[in-house]
Structure formats: C-alpha cells, structure tokens
C-alpha cells in the first residue's frame, strides 16, 4: 500500500472551495480504517449565515442506492426470492420480467421513471408524492433494451426495491435503514428523509454558477430507495471506517455490495447492488455519486490502498472531479497517459441502434462527448482513440465508433449533415405514445419550434426544440423533477413514401427508442 502524502493532500484539500466554487461543500479522507483528513467550509445557508460543518447532513441522493442494497442482502439471504413479485409493479410489462439481481445492477432495460415525468407533463417544481411514482412505473409496457443485455441508469429499479423491502419485511424502510446499518456502522445521525422539500439542519442547495450567481433550489419531490439518505460528513465518514474494519469478512455487507457480477452474455458488469465497479488512473474502485437540484456528492473506495474519499456539495458542480483529485494528491499520484493534441474531432453522428444523436467537440487537450445526460471527456492517445471514463471513441470510415464497457454497449454512429435551420411546420401537431399513454404537441411559431409533453401530471411547459439535420431534431430538458436533468431528447421524424410525417421516435440515454405516431384529432 502506498504511504499517504500527507501534504500534497492538505494542499489539494485547501484548492477545493477555490477549484469547485460555490456556497459550501464538506470533504473527508480515510486511510487504513482511520480519519486522516476532515474539511467544511462556506455556508449551509447563505441568507442565514450558517456555516456548513461536519455535522451538517446533507441528503446524498443517489449514494442511497448502496444501502438499500446492503438491507436488501441483510434481509434476504437469497433476493431472487423476491422475483415473483415484480410482477406487482409491473403489470402492463410485455418484455420478459427483470429480475431483483437486474434490478439492482441497473440491468433491468427499464427506463428511468424521473426521465419520464418530463414526458408526462410534470414541471420541474412541481410536487411530487410517494403515490404518484408507482403508476408510473406500471404504466411501462417494454424496456429500452432486453433484461441483463446492458447497464442503463435507471432509479425506478431502485423505487422497487425499496417497496420490496417493506412489503417483504412488513417493516418500513426508515427503521429498518436505521436499524441494520447506520447504527451498526457508527452512522449516528444519518436518517432517512424522503421529502426533499424540507433538507435537514436547515441546509440549502444552490443552483447556478460563479457566472450567474446562485440562488436557493425548489425540490418537492419524494424519494426512497432511489434515494432519499441524509447524512452527515461525520455519518459517511463512519461508514468507510466500517467498510474497511470488515474488508476481510467475505460475508460482510460491503464485500457483498462489490462481489463481481455479469451480464447475460458473461461478460464482466462494471455496476452491481448500486456501486460503480471503475477504474480511476489505473486503481481500481467502489464508489456512487449523488444529485438533487443544488446538491452533489461522491464517495470513493480504493480497497487495495484501503483509501476513501467522500465530498459533499450544496451546489451543483462535479464532486466526482473534486474525489478523484483527493484520491490523487493522497497518494501522491499523478496522471501519465500520453496524450496528443484533438484534431478534426468536431461532428454530429447518429446512434441509430438507440434512436440518439451523438455530438462531439474538440477543445485544446480533449474531445468533448455529448450523448449521455451530461457531457464527458476523452484524451487522444498516440493510437488515434479517444478514452474517457467508462468509454472509448474512434473514427472509421467516416463513422464514429464509440465502446462503453460500462453499459456493454458497442455504438456505430453515422456522420450527420448538420442544418442551420428547418421548416417546422410539416413537423408541427399532435402525437400519442402508446407505450406511454401521453402526448407530445409541436408548435412553430415563425420559423421557431417548440414542444410540450401531456401525461399523468398535466401540461408540462414549452420546451424548446431545435433541428440538428434532416428529420433530425432535439428537445432540450435542462431542468427536471430530478438532477440531472435528462438533457438533449432526439426526435426522428418518420415519414411515409409521399414524405408526409406520420410519427417520430423519442428518446434520451435514461428514455430511449419512445414511438409517437400522429394523433389526427
């Protein structure tokens, strides 16, 4: 194991509120099963003047996922003996059921149900109860791809899950969570909080930027399970003491969470029981991140150095970035992957196979990828490829190839003839999804375009809707219930022999291949 650089850690420590800039964060390491360094600086609340501290619990969203992975293998010595009731929550499905394993690995195919509130009409403050997710959830009818064939972020997988729990236990989630873990693991003040209307300690979660400013976030939305685990600096700091005094228990919960796992295929899954199984600079690591509109967090573990590391922000900006650098600097590491300047990386490309369109941009020292929610980086190798984290991108024949071993996903992209402006009018009108039982209305108004969504939750704003090529559109959602929001949604307009739309397919990297066919009414 590598000894710990004690002062390239303070020096990164003290860079952090200077490099992730915004109201407050707290950070923390972990070194061979005791706490080595512990920050908390700026304010909880700005307007109120409280400081943030180490005691102050923040909810760390996404980072729930583990945990109710861990009660879930604390509860059933077999989870498959759960199977049978996913039928409960998925009654319309048509596609073979997943299993509770898939669910857990985001291997199920379904999409993700806070992508799709956007396409039921819901607005990004608009309150949303424990009881308005599982019709969602039942309402779907096929998944975006076939059960353990791929990984998709998907939090619905995780909502089930929590639900199974409590009905496969007759005992609710907050006691049990409290119960089997946060006490046992020295987790004093860690609770469940599903209401993110009402953050704990009167913290407030900021969004916006050093550019625009920051002003304090509105959430109303109920999770668990997916979600919804507020805890402290002090709280998860406990808990990596705890995953490395029983690193060497091979039925100890945390060893269980990381055991490897596979997809249908065989091959070798990088997401099991709600952590990320990566590779950061040549180590391996456990880890999850976690974001609410205002909030962000991440956690990693990096067992062969027995190192953790866990920032937390109220603001939205990468703590993943933030965890990795104190990764780095606490071992003294520093990145030496050669790398050559980006050249001729700038193109717009078609992933046919999943209805998505691909952008990338080159800048001084990397290709910039946008095709997931949120846009990732690659460097260029002397070999011409460009790696990212979890990805590889090359150019062949005028197709841009792109591997993500994450998802055991392989894509084939076509090089698309981007256009400065479309006529939306042949576009314009009405749809219906039958998979969704909603609608979709476009409007030009004087060479502009526009779209709203109609579902379970009402009339959701205008969204704005740009073409990118020929019958190739977007429809921006940069703001939704959950963080991050879906992003860029492509439209593929569908025309018949005499070029007359008929319908479009929708779809982003949560919510993908989504058929509308043109509502006449």
Request: hydrophobic letters at 40%; one cysteine or more; glycine letters at 10%.
């Amino acid at each position: 194991m590598t000894v710990l650089d004690t002062a390239a850690l303070e020096r990164a420590l003290n860079c952090l509120p200077l490099r992730f800039r915004g109201p407050g964060g707290v950070a923390g390491v972990v070194k061979d099963g005791k706490v080595v360094a512990r920050r908390a600086w700026g304010f909880a609340d700005m307007y109120r003047r409280l400081p943030m501290a180490a005691k102050t619990r923040l909810p760390i969203c996404s980072i729930s996922k583990q945990f109710t992975c861990a009660l879930l293998l604390d509860q059933f010595d077999d989870p498959a003996v759960l199977d049978n009731k996913i039928h409960d929550f998925l009654s319309n499905y048509r596609d073979r059921l997943p299993t509770v394993a898939e669910l857990c690995h985001n291997q199920s195919g379904l999409r993700d149900y806070w992508a799709l509130t956007v396409l039921q009409g819901a607005y990004p403050e608009a309150e949303f109860r424990r009881e308005d997710a599982l019709p969602l959830i039942a309402s779907a009818k096929t998944g975006h791809f076939p059960a353990g064939a791929h990984y998709s972020y998907s939090n619905g997988n995780f909502r089930i899950l929590g639900e199974l729990i409590e009905r496969g236990t007759g005992r609710d989630l907050a006691g049990l969570l409290a119960e089997r873990l946060f006490v046992p693991a020295g987790m004093s003040t860690a609770v469940l909080s599903p209401n993110t209307r009402v953050p704990l300690d009167g913290v407030v979660g900021y969004e916006g930027n050093d550019d625009v400013g920051f002003l304090p976030a509105d959430n109303r939305v109920y999770w668990f399970g997916d979600a919804g685990i507020a805890a402290s600096l002090n709280d998860m700091l406990a808990w990596e003491c705890h995953i490395d005094a029983t690193r060497d228990d091979p039925d100890g919960l945390y060893n269980r969470l990381s055991a490897p796992v596979f997809y249908a295929d065989g091959t070798s899954a990088t997401y099991a029981y709600g952590l990320r199984q990566d590779i950061y600079n040549g180590m391996r690591f456990t880890g999850h991140g976690g974001g609410l509109r205002g909030f962000s967090s991440f956690r990693m573990h990096v067992a062969e150095e027995r190192l953790s590391v866990v920032v937390m922000f109220n603001h939205d900006t990468s703590t993943f970035t933030a965890a990795a650098a104190l990764v780095d600097a606490a071992l003294g590491r520093e990145s030496s992957a050669e790398t050559i300047p980006p050249a001729d990386w700038d193109g717009l490309w078609l992933d046919e196979a999943q209805g998505l369109v691909v952008r990338t941009a080159a800048d001084m020292s990397t290709v910039k990828l946008h095709y997931g929610p949120s846009p990732a980086r690659a460097m260029v190798a002397p070999d011409g490829v460009a790696y990212g984290q979890g990805f590889s991108l090359r150019k062949e024949n005028g197709r841009l190839l792109m591997r993500r071993d994450s998802e055991n996903l392989a894509v084939t992209a076509r090089r698309l003839d981007p256009v400065e402006w479309a006529d939306a009018t042949p576009v314009a009108g009405r749809y219906w999804s039958e998979e969704l039982d909603a609608f979709l209305e476009i409007e030009a108004r004087d060479g502009a375009a526009f779209a709203v969504f109609e579902g379970l939750y009402g009339k959701g704003p205008m969204e704005r809707m740009y073409a990118l090529a020929e019958d190739v559109w977007i429809v921006t959602s940069r703001r939704a219930l959950d963080a991050a929001a879906p992003g860029d949604w492509t439209v593929l307009i569908q025309r018949d022999a005499t070029g007359t739309v008929t319908g479009l397919n929708l779809g982003c990297w949560l919510a993908r291949g989504i058929s509308y066919r043109r509502a006449f009414t």
